[in-house]
């Protein structure tokens, strides 16, 4: 199934979660499944250097050691 996602709302997604502050402050505290979910879709959206900001916030909290999220 595929959905077209207007430019409108792409850039308002991007501009809500794409600051480096917002990715570390929240992404500690989310599960390893739901992070990587928003990098997925930030990374759908044409923002993959943001996915990345995610995955590094929650990988460098993350109990699990080593667990890189294919960093």
């Keep these: 199934m595929s959905h077209e996602i207007s430019e409108e709302s792409r850039t308002a997604f991007i501009d809500a979660f794409g600051d480096e ?3 570390r ?3 500690p505290s989310m599960t390893c499944s ?8 930030l990374t759908a ?8 900001e995610w995955l590094l916030a929650h990988a460098d909290d993350d109990p699990e ?6 960093i």
């Design 34 to 41: 739901e992070v990587d979910a928003m990098a997925s879709m």
């Design 65 to 70: 050691e080593g667990d890189t999220h294919g």
């Design 45 to 52: 959206l044409g923002a993959p250097e943001v996915a990345k």
């Design 25 to 27: 402050d929240t992404a």
């Design 21 to 23: 502050v917002t990715a």
